[in-house]
C-alpha cells in the first residue's frame, strides 16, 4: 500500500442560499417555550421546535439553540425524513443531561439525543453536550447507561465545533450512515471514565474525521463492522485507548473493515496508539488499512494488533478455528516516545496476519527503559524501524 487515499465528499449542502423560491426557515427552541435554566425539562418544547423545523418546506430548515442558556434534556429521538433538503441545528447554548437519580422519569433507552433517518443534516457549535456522566458511571451499569449523541441512517451529515463533556456512554455514534464529515470538536471525560468513547463508527461509509481533539476513557475512535472508506485525520487522542479498529468477531460474528486511512494523528498519554483488535471464534476481514504519519508523546501500545482480544476479565482468548483475516495493515511514519516496553506488539491468531509493513518508524522509550518489537504470526515487511521488528522481513 502506498500513500493514502484521499476521499472528497458531495454533499450538496450550503449553510447560506440565494435562490429564488427556497425560503429559508428559522426556528428558535425558546418561542416553542425552552427556558433554559438548567432545572426546567425542556423536552417538550424541543419535541415541538423539531416538528416545525422538520416539517417546513424549503431548501434549509434551521434550528437555533442560542447561547447563554442551558437546557435540561430527557432523551429525545428527532426522527425524519424531513421535508427540507437540508436541516441546519445552530448550536450555541448548552445542552444538559438528566442526572442517573432521575431515570425513573422516563423509560430505558440506548441513546440520550437521537436523530434517526435526517438526510442532509448540519450540527455545528460553539455549543456543549454535557452527558452529566459522573452521575452514571458509578451508579449503573455500562449496558444501561445511552450513547450521549446518535446519528442513524443520516446520510450526507456534517458535524463541526461542538464540544462534548462527559458522556453517560459513548460520546458520539454514527451508525449505518453515508457521506459524513465531523471536524473541530473537542470530546473530554476523564481518564478514569468506563467505556466513554469518543467516535464509535459501526456499518458506516465515506467518513472523515479532522482537527478534532478527543480525551476520554476509552477508545478515543472506535471502528466497528461493516464499515468502509474512512478518513481520519490530525486527531490529537489522549487520554484514552487510542484509535481501534475493533473489536472484531465478538461472538462468533462475521464482521468486515476495509480501506481506513489514519494520518497526521497525535496520540499523547493514551494507553493504545494504533490498534487493531479481534476476537478469537470470529470470521470476516480487516483490510487495506493505513497508520501514516503519526506522531507519539508517552503512549502507551503506539503499534497493536491484537487476535486474543477478549472484553473481560481475561484480556487474552486462546485460537479457535476461526478467525477475522487480517491483510494489507501499514504503520509508516511513527515518530516519537512510548511509555511501555513493548513498542510494536504483532500478536496474530494461529491463521496469522499477512502484507503488515512496518517503515520508518522511530520510537524510543520516555522512561528510559529499551523497547522492542513482539511477533506472533506476523507476516510482512519491516524497514527502517526502531526498535527492530526481527519476525518481519526486511
Same mark, same amino acid.
Not at 458531495?10 to 442560499?17: C, E, K, R, V, W
Not at 493505513?290 to 476479565?313: E, K, M
Not at 477475522?324 to 511509555?339: D, E, L, P, R, Y
Given at each position: 500500500?502506498e500513500?493514502?487515499v ?37 423536552s ?13 418546506r ?11 442558556k ?5 432523551p429525545?429521538?428527532?426522527?425524519g425524513?424531513?421535508?427540507?433538503s437540508?436541516i ?30 435526517v438526510?442532509g ?21 455500562i449496558?444501561?447507561r ?11 451529515l ?13 460520546? #458520539?455514534s =454514527? ?6 464529515? /465531523? @471536524? +473541530?470538536?473537542? $470530546?473530554?471525560?476523564?481518564? &478514569? ?5 469518543? #467516535?464509535v =463508527? ?6 472523515? /474525521? @479532522? +482537527?478534532?481533539? $478527543?480525551?476520554?476513557?476509552? &477508545?478515543?475512535i ?5 464499515t468502509?472508506n474512512i ?25 468486515n ?9 497525535t ?13 478469537p ?25 491484537d487476535?486474543?482480544?477478549?472484553n ?19 504503520f509508516s ?11 510494536i ?6 491463521q496469522?496476519c ?6 520508518n518508524?522511530?520510537?524510543s ?30
Amino acid at each position: 500500500m502506498e500513500g493514502v487515499v484521499v476521499m472528497f465528499f458531495m454533499f450538496g449542502i450550503s449553510l447560506s442560499h440565494s435562490v429564488t423560491g427556497n425560503a429559508q426557515h428559522y426556528f428558535d427552541v425558546g418561542k416553542f417555550g425552552a427556558v433554559g435554566d438548567g432545572k426546567t425539562d425542556d423536552s417538550p418544547a424541543f419535541l415541538k421546535a423539531w416538528e416545525a423545523v422538520c416539517g417546513a418546506r424549503g431548501e434549509t430548515a434551521t434550528l437555533k439553540i442560542p447561547a447563554d442558556k442551558i437546557f435540561l434534556l430527557y432523551p429525545l429521538e428527532f426522527a425524519g425524513p424531513c421535508k427540507s433538503s437540508s436541516i441546519h441545528i445552530q448550536f450555541l447554548g448548552k445542552i444538559l443531561a438528566p442526572s442517573a437519580d432521575e431515570r425513573g422519569k422516563f423509560k430505558s433507552v440506548g441513546c440520550w439525543l437521537c436523530f434517526m433517518r435526517v438526510d442532509g443534516l448540519i450540527v455545528d457549535g460553539p455549543g456543549q453536550i454535557d452527558g452529566n456522566g459522573a452521575t452514571w458511571w458509578t451508579k449503573v451499569l455500562i449496558s444501561e447507561r445511552p450513547t450521549a449523541l446518535l446519528f442513524h441512517l443520516c446520510n450526507d451529515l456534517r458535524l463541526s465545533g461542538l464540544t462534548h463533556l462527559n458522556s453517560q456512554n459513548n460520546h #458520539i455514534s =454514527i451508525h449505518s450512515c453515508s457521506g459524513v464529515s /465531523i @471536524s +473541530n470538536l473537542h $470530546i473530554i471525560a476523564p481518564s &478514569d471514565s468506563p467505556n466513554t468513547d469518543g #467516535i464509535v =463508527i459501526a456499518l458506516s461509509t465515506q467518513l472523515l /474525521i @479532522s +482537527n478534532t481533539f $478527543i480525551g476520554t476513557g476509552d &477508545d478515543c475512535i472506535a471502528i466497528k463492522g461493516g464499515t468502509s472508506n474512512i478518513n481520519i485525520t490530525s486527531v490529537t487522542c489522549g487520554p484514552g485507548h487510542g484509535i481501534s479498529i475493533g473489536s472484531l468477531g465478538e461472538d462468533g460474528t462475521n464482521q468486515n473493515v476495509d480501506q481506513v486511512y489514519v494520518t497526521g494523528c497525535t496520540f499523547k498519554g493514551s494507553t493504545n496508539g494504533a490498534r487493531i483488535k479481534t476476537t478469537p471464534g470470529g470470521t470476516g476481514y480487516a483490510r487495506g488499512v493505513s497508520f501514516q504519519g503519526i506522531t507519539l508523546i508517552a503512549s502507551g501500545n503506539p503499534i497493536v494488533i491484537d487476535q486474543h482480544y477478549c472484553n473481560g476479565l481475561d484480556h487474552h482468548c486462546q485460537d479457535q478455528k476461526k478467525a477475522v483475516a487480517i491483510n494489507g495493515v501499514t504503520f509508516s511514519g511513527f515518530q516519537g516516545t512510548s511509555s511501555v516496553v513493548e513498542a510494536i506488539n504483532l500478536d496474530c491468531s494461529k491463521q496469522g496476519c499477512r502484507g503488515i509493513t512496518i517503515d520508518n518508524v522511530n520510537i524510543s522509550s520516555s522512561v528510559g527503559q529499551d523497547l522492542r518489537a513482539v511477533c506472533n504470526n506476523a507476516h510482512g515487511t519491516s524497514a527502517s524501524t526502531v526498535p527492530v521488528v526481527s519476525c518481519l522481513l526486511s
